[in-house]
């Protein structure tokens, strides 16, 4: 990753839609350049889709929350299925597995607050494995469209 496959990454999540021509002369580079770049991007999976950014508001799930997760017992089977249940529900937008008090943090849209409630108590808590389940609203959500790469740290001697 150099700084042009940088630019390029930050050109294409500002405007995924736009044409190679469109993205080489944002950049200042020439189209064979560009097109070459992005495709070496895709082949050493570094870029891995193109999707359609949805405002959740709009398809009317204005309201966000995340749902803290502990199973028990916490074994790869108990972890596998609840990951799996929950990413198929329809109200979910995002699954992370983690570690420390939590086993889950699931990001959740929906219509309003009764729904929520309806979906934790009816969906989430009565899963067979759950120990403890904790919600909380999202405010805001600011979301950071394509990270930039880190600088390489100095090597210590």
Not at 90 to 107: C, L
Request: charged share 25%; proline share 6%.
């Amino acid at each position: 990753m150099d700084e042009l496959d940088t630019a390029i990454l930050a050109e294409l999540a500002r405007d995924g839609r736009q044409t190679n021509k469109e993205l080489a002369e944002r950049l200042g580079i020439a189209a064979s350049t560009c097109l070459e770049r992005v495709r070496s991007l895709r082949a050493r999976g570094v870029i891995v889709g193109f999707h359609a950014e949805v405002d959740l508001t709009a398809i009317g799930r204005p309201v966000q929350a995340l749902i803290h997760v502990r199973l028990h017992p916490k074994v790869r089977e108990a972890v596998e299925g609840f990951r799996d249940y929950v990413s198929a529900l329809p109200e979910t937008v995002a699954v992370f597995v983690v570690s420390g008090g939590d086993d889950f943090i699931v990001q959740v849209a929906v219509p309003d607050t009764a729904y929520l409630r309806d979906f934790v108590l009816d969906h989430v808590a009565r899963h067979r494995n759950i120990a403890d389940v904790r919600t909380s609203l999202v405010y805001d959500h600011i979301r950071t469209p394509t990270p930039a790469p880190l600088p390489t740290p100095p090597r210590r001697r």
